[in-house]
């Protein structure tokens, strides 16, 4: 799997938007950018993931840059229960689909 | 619809004894994988495996460690003869062939 660059922290205030960004100048054509996170003291979730196309669900959007490169995570409005550590996977759904490979993320403060 | 189920979530045990931790994939989950994330540090993938078959495990450790998923029942991660350093939280993930993987909620092993 690709490497991805994410800055290490960000803070946010509560009820705000929060843009999260992952940088992956080496995606490949088969890789999808995934996207977890982790509150304290609990398992990986699963917030979204895309492979061209901008992404939206209930929890969150997904933009992807036109040349792959980049893509940002957007938490619309900002709760305390969004403070966690977000990771930017990238994942090659061509290959034998096996681990995930997870680098340190950004930890989100929100403040109230 | 559950998700992925892992027990105990906490596990005490001494120097020398066995561990042995359990995950019950979600419902219609063929394919589990273990990671373990050592404390103040990121998770690091183990092993994958489907029905009674390990299908990569390059990241489980060369002694002691053993994980299978038979066909009935959860997959069992087993450390033998525990030491102070395999003190960690284990998370097990599920997925469909090809598909997203779901965490279950982990669980944090310590060594006395």
């Known amino acids: 799997d690709a490497k991805t660059t994410q800055p290490n922290s960000m803070e946010s205030n509560e009820e705000e938007p929060v843009h999260l960004p992952c940088n992956h100048s080496?995606?490949?054509?088969?890789?999808?950018i995934h996207w977890y996170r982790q509150l304290p003291s609990q398992g990986p979730e699963y917030v979204i993931h895309?492979?061209?196309s901008n992404v939206n669900n209930r929890m969150a959007s997904l933009a992807i840059a036109e040349d792959r490169k980049s893509s940002t995570l957007i938490l619309h409005r900002a709760t305390l229960r969004d403070a966690a550590v977000y990771y930017c996977?990238?994942?090659?759904?061509?290959?034998?689909?096996?681990?995930?490979?997870f680098g340190k993320g950004t930890k989100l403060s929100v403040k109230p | 619809n559950a998700g992925v189920m892992q027990n105990p979530r906490h596990l005490v045990r001494r120097r020398g004894q066995e561990a042995r931790l359990r995950c019950s994939p979600m419902?219609?989950?063929?394919?589990v994988y273990w990671y373990r994330q050592l404390p103040e540090e990121g998770l690091k993938f183990m092993v994958y495996?489907?029905?009674?078959?390990?299908?990569?495990e390059s990241g489980m450790p060369k002694e002691r460690f053993s994980a299978e998923f038979p066909k009935e029942g959860p997959s069992i991660l087993r450390i033998q003869q525990v030491v102070r350093g395999d003190s960690a939280a284990y998370f097990c993930?599920?997925?469909?062939?090809?598909?997203?993987?779901?965490f279950g909620p982990g669980t944090r092993l310590l060594v006395l």
């Open positions: 996977i990238l994942r090659d759904v061509g290959g034998s689909q096996g681990n995930l490979i």
């Open positions: 419902k219609g989950h063929s394919h």
């Open positions: 080496t995606i490949s054509g088969t890789d999808y």
């Open positions: 993930a599920s997925s469909r062939p090809r598909g997203t993987q779901y």
């Open positions: 895309g492979l061209t």
């Open positions: 495996l489907q029905k009674e078959n390990i299908i990569d």
